[in-house]
């Protein structure tokens, strides 16, 4: 682990950075890791560790990338209960029934999933804050699929 | 040709029609419950829908989930296989709606066969043989009358009937009366249609059924006969093809009764005629399945025909592949369905993780499953793990074909009827061939 020190990388994202570069893979007997540029902004991804404590110390933003699904943890699903085509809004020309952000009361239609073209309008059981709506516009849900995920309140 | 076939079933028979689709270079939409996430035909298909939770009446019997899924998928066929959907004149008409080949017979072909009555009526119109039976009972005292004149035993069955359920023999007067009262509640209860009629009762016939295949041309071959006379409560164990009781002569007979009945249906797809036979080679029309058959294996393992194939060429609207002068039946098939369950305590269903699995294999030799060594088999459906079946040039050489495979098959983690087959294939009266729908009772007895 000795090479993979914070400057050691820092040093790396500077030669990326001069050459332009994309992507560099690094590698020795311990771990391996991966640094992409996204422009001359570098995201950082790891693989494979062995001394994570270590690891973590090289790149805030590989932490920051855990957050969000140590957060889902205390959210609340909201769970397809039928099979057909999910839709965020009554009718193509219209507002969206509920966005990310948007405060939700129990019993409000939050979507529509279409069957056999049959329009059933879907209510949450929950209060809270939508903080995610994992499926797309008019793409289809399974039964038992997530569809968005609510902070209660 | 279709596009896309959905496959609205599980198990072994959605594997089995998913295999016939990528032959025929048809992608596949597999429909499961969310017990089966895990299931075999959930990863060999093209794509695959939950449609429902872990039992039947929310997936593999939902229709508006089964129909969002074709819908989803573009699908424009959906394969009912056996059980579920596949009887159900209503999908097929669903189906029909939606512009969406069923692929099986006609709503009204069903409809016809399904009831067991109207269907009865009808072979006799069209010179099949049926046992003397009477039509829908109104009267309990001329119910009586025509019993006296078939003679006793007689069976009650419910019109709607099926599976065993709704069915009562009579040895006499008093009990004819207590068969149909109670006929006719269990019926009204199962079915919701409590009409009953009687038939002449024949004692342990052999049960032989007959394969039929027809296009919507009016074209109609059979492919011989298969012997299920091993059963235990209704539930098939062992088939074998051709009967050991059939000769050259009687299968001819049999074949042409089951293209007339056919014929008169105006049936289009693969089905089955079931005929009972007796002691002295007289066979009667018994009923008609309207569907793909479990026991479907053998028939193609000694006609060399892939039903299922040719199930979905037809329904395409293609003309049958074959005249019946093509079909040449060669050499003996035996079929042992394999479950999880206890033959120790009476059969009893063994749900639970194979954590060890080695099928059979070598010339002859066919397993067709959808199971693997750490599958989970859910407790929401059957119990069927496999369907082994054996092939070989004579009755004789095909036993102890199916004796080998029976030996070299491994499953462990759940109880399995394995043992059971492994002493029934060796068994004296098995063995010579020489038996009925009694089978079982006297091989029970002769075990204790």
């Known amino acids: ?153 | 040709m279709f596009k896309k076939v959905l496959i609205a079933n599980r198990g072994e028979v959605a594997v089995r029609i998913i295999r016939a689709c990528r032959e025929i270079g048809l992608p596949t939409v597999a429909v499961y419950s969310q017990a089966d996430a895990n299931s075999l035909h959930v990863s060999l298909a093209t794509e695959a829908y939950c449609i429902g939770a872990n039992e039947s009446s929310s997936s593999y019997l939902n229709i508006p989930a089964i129909m969002s899924a074709a819908t989803i998928s573009g699908a424009d066929a959906i394969h009912p296989g056996y059980g579920f959907m596949s009887e159900r004149a209503d999908f097929a008409e669903i189906c029909k709606e939606h512009n969406i080949k069923f692929i099986g017979p006609s709503p009204e072909s069903m409809q016809l066969m399904g009831d067991k009555a109207t269907a009865r009526k009808t072979m006799a119109e069209k010179g099949v043989p049926i046992t003397p039976g009477t039509g829908i009972i109104t009267d309990i005292e001329e119910a009586k009358e025509a019993a006296k004149k078939f003679g006793y035993p007689v069976i009650v069955k419910a019109t709607a009937g099926g599976g065993g359920k709704g069915m009562r023999v009579a040895n006499n007067d008093k009990e004819l009366e207590q068969s149909i009262n109670l006929c006719r509640q269990e019926a009204e209860k199962f079915f919701g249609n409590p009409d009953v009629y009687m038939e002449k009762y024949l004692v342990n016939p052999r049960h032989i059924e007959v394969q039929i295949i027809a296009d919507k041309f009016g074209n109609v071959i059979h492919l011989g006969e298969r012997d299920c006379s091993i059963q235990r409560r209704h539930q098939k164990l062992v088939e074998e093809a051709p009967s050991p009781a059939v000769d050259n002569e009687t299968r001819k007979k049999l074949g042409e009764a089951a293209v007339r009945a056919a014929k008169a249906a105006n049936y289009e797809g693969v089905g089955t005629i079931e005929f009972l036979l007796d002691k002295d080679k007289n066979f009667y029309f018994m009923e008609m399945n309207t569907r793909l058959q479990v026991e479907h294996g053998i028939s193609e393992m000694i006609s060399n025909v892939d039903i299922v194939r040719e199930q979905i060429n037809i329904a395409a609207g293609n003309p049958l592949s074959y005249k019946q002068e093509d079909i040449l039946l060669h050499g003996h098939a035996i079929e042992c369905r394999i479950n999880a369950e206890d033959p120790e305590r009476n059969f009893l269903p063994a749900p639970g993780e194979i954590n060890g699995y080695i099928t059979p294999g070598g010339f002859g030799v066919r397993v067709d499953s959808h199971v693997y060594s750490g599958y989970k088999i859910p407790p929401y459906y059957d119990s069927l793990i496999s369907k082994l079946m054996c092939w070989a040039p004579t009755r004789e050489e095909a036993r102890r074909r199916m004796y080998r495979a029976l030996k070299e098959y491994v499953i462990t983690g759940v109880k399995t009827t394995l043992p059971f087959y492994q002493e029934l294939v060796e068994d004296e009266v098995f063995i010579s061939g020489n038996f009925d729908t009694g089978f079982m009772e006297t091989y029970k007895q002769n075990k204790e």
Request: charged share 35%.
């Open chain 1, 1 to 153: 682990m000795k090479d993979f020190t914070p400057n050691y990388i820092e040093k790396v994202i500077d030669i990326m950075k001069n050459n332009e570069l994309t992507e560099v893979a690094l590698e020795d007997e311990h771990s391996s890791m991966v640094i992409k540029s996204n422009g001359y902004k570098p995201i950082i991804k790891e693989k494979d560790i062995q001394k994570e404590e270590e690891l973590n110390t090289v790149s805030e933003e590989a932490i920051e990338e855990e957050k969000p699904v140590e957060e889902k943890q205390n959210l609340v699903p909201i769970v397809s209960n039928m099979i057909g085509l999910f839709f965020t809004k009554p009718s193509p020309d219209e507002k969206p029934f509920v966005q990310v952000g948007d405060e939700i009361k129990e019993g409000q239609i939050i979507c529509i999933i279409e069957t056999i073209k049959l329009m059933n309008k879907i209510t949450s059981d929950v209060s809270g804050k939508i903080v995610e709506i994992c499926i797309e516009d008019g793409k289809p849900v399974e039964y038992g699929q997530v569809m968005m995920y609510v902070e209660k309140n």
